[in-house]
């Protein structure tokens, strides 16, 4: 008989977990705090509970967490841990330390199956989702990791699940370990720190409005479809007028709301002065911000980097048209740990990597 690992539920599912058992409600909300805030997996250490409570759960339950292959530390005090899973896949989380405020990069997926063309983890393939224990197990990890660190050393205050990955492609765990992440028995994020990065699922955008309040970041990087199809696939079935509907629909009604636009800048391919006076246009009437990132190349990409001239000549022009427009600073690079770097280790079950050899005339086996 497998027993549950309690990592999976959050508070509603801890306490249909303790009815089972006949126990009160008020159990699921001491359990959370005994494994979220003070980081105790050993049934046997939470004094609160009865002897026989704490050999209940021992029999019927588990709190199991994916194991710490390797932690890298960047010159920029970036931090990036690769998590081995129990199939024998790995994955990536990053921290990265700034003034006031330390942000952790979370994966939902192994690999991700949107083929995303300027993203390294797009060209690992596909395997499979996280669970909830997985995805809410990187932020205890690096929880557990930063609370060793000498003083001084800031926890995690903000939350992005944009690692490896499309999260409303799994969203019943993403949900379920963002409430963690917002729970003030767990984590207590505020939803604005709390963030969902996503390339356009769009009747999931309009599930999450509903089901889960945290801030929403759209993966867009293009202002037209012709050109947006060829760098995110997906927009072929969610074309941008409809995604960017989508946004107008999860801010309405939430005047505290807004969405960050994130914008991978290529050379020659999306930086031009008619792109930004484009993005602008289709922006319009949307409560928003845009994050402009400087591209970071990996190992078989045919794209490089708008130069800094090119980067900064598009913010203002996005500023003079009365956006708030952002650069973002590249944190990690000396460690393969910045935006659209991470790569894990993923058994493709999509074959792509074969695919894609085959495409480009190299030999498999």
């Known amino acids: 008989m497998s027993r549950t690992n309690l990592f999976d539920l959050d508070l509603e599912g801890l306490e249909g977990f303790f009815a089972e058992l006949g126990e009160k409600s008020f159990r699921a909300r001491q359990l959370m ?3 979220h805030q003070y980081r105790v997996v050993d ?8 002897k026989g409570l704490r050999q209940t759960l021992s029999d019927k339950a588990e709190l199991t967490l994916p194991e710490v292959l390797h ?6 005090g970036t931090r990036k841990w690769i998590i081995r899973l129990s199939c024998g896949n790995s994955i990536e989380t990053v921290f990265i330390p700034e003034d006031g ?5 979370v994966s939902s997926q192994v690999g991700c199956a949107l083929e995303c063309t300027f993203c390294s983890t797009a060209q690992q393939g596909f395997n499979r989702n996280l669970s909830a224990s997985e995805i ?9 990791y930063l609370g060793k660190e000498p003083k001084g050393n800031r926890m995690v205050t ?13 969203y019943k765990s993403a949900v379920s370990a963002m409430k963690l992440m917002r ?5 207590g994020i505020s939803w604005r720190r709390v963030t969902l990065s996503t390339s356009g699922m769009v009747p999931m955008i309009d599930k999450l409005r509903e089901d889960c309040h945290v801030s929403l970041a759209i993966s867009l990087h293009a202002a037209n479809d012709e050109l947006r199809s060829e760098i995110i696939p997906l927009n072929k079935k969610y074309p941008i007028s409809e995604l960017l509907a989508a946004c107008k629909r999860y801010v309405d009604g939430h005047q505290k709301r807004h969405i960050t636009i994130e914008y991978v800048l290529l050379e020659g391919i999306n930086d031009s002065a008619k792109d930004a006076q484009d993005l602008m246009r289709i922006l319009k009437g949307l409560s928003t911000k845009i994050n402009l990132i400087p591209f970071n190349p990996f190992p078989g990409t045919s794209y490089k980097c708008s130069s800094k001239k090119v980067m900064v000549r598009f913010k203002q022009q996005l500023i003079d048209g009365g956006y708030v427009a952002t650069i973002r600073r590249t944190r990690g690079d000396d460690i393969v740990a910045a935006c659209g770097q ?11 990597t074969q695919r894609l050899n085959i495409e480009k005339g190299v030999a498999t086996i």
């Open 101 to 105: 405020r330390g942000t952790l990069c």
């Open 71 to 76: 932690e890298h530390v960047s010159k920029d």
């Open 43 to 50: 049934f046997a250490e939470m004094s609160n509970f009865s």
């Open 136 to 144: 809410i197990g990187q932020l205890w990890i690096a929880n557990e």
């Open 342 to 352: 991470l790569a894990g280790e993923v058994q493709d079950r999509t074959r792509r």
């Open 158 to 170: 903000n939350v992005v699940m944009m690692g490896m990955g499309e999260p409303l492609a799994n």
């Open 183 to 187: 729970d003030d028995l767990a984590y």
């Open 33 to 35: 705090q005994w494994i």
